[in-house]
């Protein structure tokens, strides 16, 4: 991409343009290069610093012929690019192809993990908006989504424990990429953390638009502008709610509830009419938090108490504040801990 | 599609609906029977809605001996497929016909739920409409209860009245076994480890939803239908405040599926990472 300053035959250059990598963005070279980003990586790839070299296309120190090697570099763009990033050091080092193997998947695996964290940098998330526009992650399968552009998630962290999957900012929900050659791309290389972020990040993307439409921001009315719990209203699961929702039928009749094969699954596709009390649920969920003898620190789940307690020490009264704070609080607020700034 | 007509010109005593639903972009048709086909009654109102009516059902049952030109070939193949479609819908909610979708749908032959959490569940054709040329094609997933577009474009443009908005539903109410069990589970998006304040606020709502959707059907003493946390609402005792155990039930059980790492045992809501 446009950020990476390398040649198009770069090792991460190839390495994004082998099919099935076209979720990946292109991680930037200031951006492996600063120590500070690889923090704790060294210890979860073999050979760390060959991969790490293989990666940012630096020739190995105890390499004995390069002249050869400028020269194959020409013929491997229409060649060997396709074979894998590391296929033009094959040849000349054939004593040693084991170790490129794996210094090749070392190499992999460590641009992944790097990738995890700098699609959740400024200016990586800012490439991948980049990608989001042109629509290179697809769109929702859900009919009622009416084509909203998804994006790229992993349900872990971890590498090696499941594939990459395409979050819906529409419906909130995550799907199997619909080609087959996403099901070896770890899910780890783009993380739990980069879907959610995305939205946080880029407030005013709407989302209600279908990815057939260009990308656009949300309008300036006064509506469209409503706030709530940190996120623009029009924003939040535009693709679910009263008439997003699939009626099962027979012969124009729907089928009732209390039949054994009637609808179960509503609830998942459901949303208020006026999204505006989600934010009242919440203040009356976190009230009966309050009052519950549960402990705080045991944290398990219910994401209320923490801000629950959190409030209770802030000085009492002034309930309007505290109100329009809420409806209209900046989504850069993290109040995780408890803690409100205005960056 | 347009094989039949070029390549096998002269010979139309093939049988066409072997080839019609071997055809590349026809996998979510079956067989009509014969017997169907051939009793007018079935056929009731479609010599009105179907151009050469008669030398298209004639096509379709293989008697076809009109000597034309490749235009009104061409043409009469056009209504054969569409007459063929129409008849299908009927056909497919007949017993015979729910039979034998129901052998594709075992062997997957509509295609897999894309949703992560309802497991590559098998899919059902299904119409959004009974009128034709309306829209096309959706695919029902009983798990989630919900549809979604075909990922190949060449099923994309199927009619969907071809399957009609019943079948699908009617499917499961011949054959109740076959409904999926539910499950609670679900995707809550996450940044490091926090749960997205806004996304978390709707889940709580939804959850609340569905309890009293469960409570509404004990009541009525109707199955739910759900496999996970079948008794969490049975506990009549914890009245005062069931919802709130029953969300740390499901949350606690919906964890681990979802990979949750050290960091996902915290439960912030999270409205803006500290990163970016
Ligand atoms: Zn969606
Ligand atoms: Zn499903």
């Not at chain 1, 976190?286 to 994401?303: I, K, Q, R, T, W």
């Not at chain 1, 329009?324 to 850069?332: A, D, V």
Request: proline share 5%; aromatic share 10%; with cysteine.
């Amino acid at each position: 991409m446009s950020t990476s300053s390398g040649t198009p035959e770069s090792w991460i250059s190839s390495f994004c343009s082998l099919l099935g990598h076209e979720y990946f963005a292109e991680v930037s070279e200031e951006f492996i290069e600063d120590d500070f980003n690889l923090t704790g990586l060294q210890n979860q790839v073999a050979m760390y610093k060959e991969a790490l070299e293989m990666i940012l296309d630096v020739e190995p120190e105890e390499d004995d012929d390069d002249d050869e090697e400028e020269e194959e570099d020409e013929e491997d763009i229409s060649g060997d690019v396709r074979d894998g990033p590391g296929g033009r050091e094959r040849r000349h080092h054939s004593r040693v192809a084991s170790d490129l193997s794996v210094i090749e998947s070392s190499a992999e695996m460590l641009y992944g993990l790097i990738h995890q964290r700098f699609i959740c940098s400024r200016a990586g998330i800012q490439q991948m908006s980049e990608k989001y526009d042109l629509g290179h992650f697809g769109v929702c399968p859900r009919t009622n989504c009416n084509q909203t552009r998804t994006l790229p998630v992993g349900l872990s962290d971890i590498p090696g424990e499941d594939t990459v999957k395409l979050f819906c900012p529409s419906c909130l929900d995550v799907y199997v990429p619909p080609n087959s050659r996403f099901q070896t791309v770890d899910g780890a290389f783009f993380g739990r953390t980069f879907g959610a972020l995305f939205l946080l990040t880029f407030p005013e993307y709407d989302l209600s638009r279908s990815g057939a439409e260009t990308a656009s921001t949300l309008g300036r009315s006064a509506d469209e502008l409503t706030m709530v719990n940190g996120m623009y209203a029009r924003n939040i699961a535009p693709g679910l709610g009263r008439g997003k929702i699939y009626e099962p039928k027979i012969y124009g009749f729907r089928v009732s509830e209390l039949a054994r094969s009637g609808p179960r699954m509503r609830w998942l596709r459901d949303k208020p009419d006026d999204v505006t009390v989600l934010d009242e649920a919440r203040r009356f969920a976190e009230e009966h938090g309050a009052e519950s003898d549960d402990d705080d620190e045991s944290m398990v789940n219910n994401n209320n108490r923490p801000v629950a307690s959190a409030r209770r020490r802030r000085p009492a009264g002034n309930p309007t504040l505290r109100q329009r704070q809420g409806l209209n609080g900046s989504p850069m607020n993290v109040d995780a801990n408890g803690a409100e700034s205005e960056l | 599609m347009d094989d039949y007509g070029t390549e096998s010109d002269s010979d139309y005593t093939s049988y066409w609906r072997d080839w019609f639903i071997s055809s590349r972009g026809n996998e979510y048709f079956c067989e009509i029977d014969e017997e169907y086909l051939t009793d007018r009654f079935n056929l009731t109102g479609l010599n009105t809605e179907v151009q050469y009516y008669q030398y298209a059902l004639d096509l379709v049952t293989d008697v076809f001996d009109l000597d034309c030109d490749d235009e009104m070939r061409e043409t009469i193949e056009k209504s054969a497929r569409h007459l063929y479609g129409l008849v299908h819908a009927r056909y497919i909610v007949t017993t015979r016909g729910l039979a034998k979708m129901l052998e594709k749908y075992k062997k997957a032959d509509f295609g897999k739920c894309p949703r992560v959490m309802c497991n590559s569940h098998p899919l059902l054709p299904m119409g959004l409409s009974d009128i034709p040329n309306l829209k096309p094609v959706k695919l029902y997933c009983a798990r989630c209860e919900d549809i979604y577009n075909p990922k190949s474009s060449r099923h994309a443009s199927i009619d969907g009245a071809y399957f009609g908005t019943s079948f699908h539903n009617i499917l499961f109410q011949v054959y109740p076994a076959l409904i999926p069990a539910k499950s609670a589970e679900r995707y809550v998006p996450r940044v490091y480890g926090f749960k997205v304040h806004a996304a978390a606020a709707l889940v709580r709502w939804q959850n609340g939803v569905r309890d009293d959707m469960r409570r509404r059907l004990r009541k009525m003493e109707v199955e739910s239908g759900f496999k996970d946390g079948e008794d969490d609402l049975d506990d009549d005792e914890e009245e005062d405040d069931p919802e709130e155990d029953e969300e740390q039930l499901a949350l606690v059980r919906r964890d681990p599926a979802l990979g949750a790492g050290p960091s996902g045992a915290y439960g912030g809501d999270a409205q803006m990472g500290s990163v970016a």
